[in-house]
């Protein structure tokens, strides 16, 4: 690994964010989500409807390529640093199975969503919440670029100063 995406990496793994998810207020990262039950008479518990777990709501098969591809062995889905590496792998997988450019970030969350086969086959078309979904990350996605871009220099500045 680089040395810029081992600080990276370090760096995401010790983030916090903020009650409304937008800033380090100090607060631990949110745990990471499980898909809902499956219920037998409404009421008991019978198992999960997916395999998707973690921050990035990864499935088994798809961690499991992740882990053979990468040699990674050791990674988990709940860990923060983990799952930002696993998502600039899939990213990068969408990209050169699709074609959708890596800066498209509306195309490439609708192809993380649905898969990359799914997202070729246009499975994403017909689900009219999924599209607003992408919508919202797109615009979310915006705002985070223009405050990167806001602070860049001072971020390049104390970055070269901690390594």
Same mark, same amino acid.
């Given at each position: 690994?680089?040395?810029?995406?081992?600080?990276?990496?370090?760096?995401?793994?010790?983030?916090?964010?903020?009650?409304?998810?937008?800033?380090?207020?100090?607060?631990?990262?949110?745990?990471?989500?499980?898909? %809902? /039950?499956?219920?037998?008479?409404?009421?008991?518990?019978? @198992?999960?409807?997916?395999? #998707?777990? &973690?921050?990035? !709501?990864? $499935?088994?098969?798809?961690?499991?390529?992740?882990?053979?591809?990468?040699?990674?062995?050791?990674?988990?889905?709940?860990?923060?640093?983990?799952?930002?590496?696993?998502?600039?792998?899939?990213?990068?997988?969408?990209?050169?199975?699709?074609?959708?450019?890596?800066? %498209? /970030?509306?195309?490439?969350?609708?192809?993380?969503?649905? @898969?990359?086969?799914?997202? #070729?086959? &246009?499975?994403? !078309?017909? $689900?009219?919440?999924?599209?607003?979904?992408?919508?919202?990350?797109?615009?979310?996605?915006?705002?985070?670029?223009?405050?990167?871009?806001?602070?860049?220099?001072?971020?390049?500045?104390?970055?070269?100063?901690?390594?």
């Amino acid at each position: 690994m680089v040395p810029q995406r081992k600080a990276l990496l370090r760096a995401l793994g010790s983030a916090r964010v903020g009650a409304a998810g937008g800033g380090a207020s100090g607060e631990p990262l949110p745990r990471p989500r499980r898909p %809902e /039950r499956r219920r037998v008479l409404w009421i008991i518990p019978i @198992g999960r409807r997916s395999s #998707a777990y &973690g921050y990035g !709501q990864v $499935k088994e098969e798809t961690w499991a390529d992740y882990v053979r591809a990468t040699g990674r062995r050791g990674a988990d889905r709940d860990d923060f640093a983990d799952v930002a590496d696993f998502i600039g792998w899939y990213g990068d997988l969408i990209h050169r199975r699709t074609a959708v450019a890596k800066h %498209e /970030r509306y195309h490439l969350y609708l192809a993380y969503h649905e @898969g990359p086969g799914g997202f #070729a086959q &246009g499975t994403h !078309q017909e $689900k009219d919440w999924l599209l607003e979904v992408a919508r919202k990350v797109e615009a979310r996605a915006r705002l985070y670029q223009a405050q990167y871009l806001g602070c860049r220099d001072l971020l390049a500045a104390s970055s070269s100063r901690r390594f």
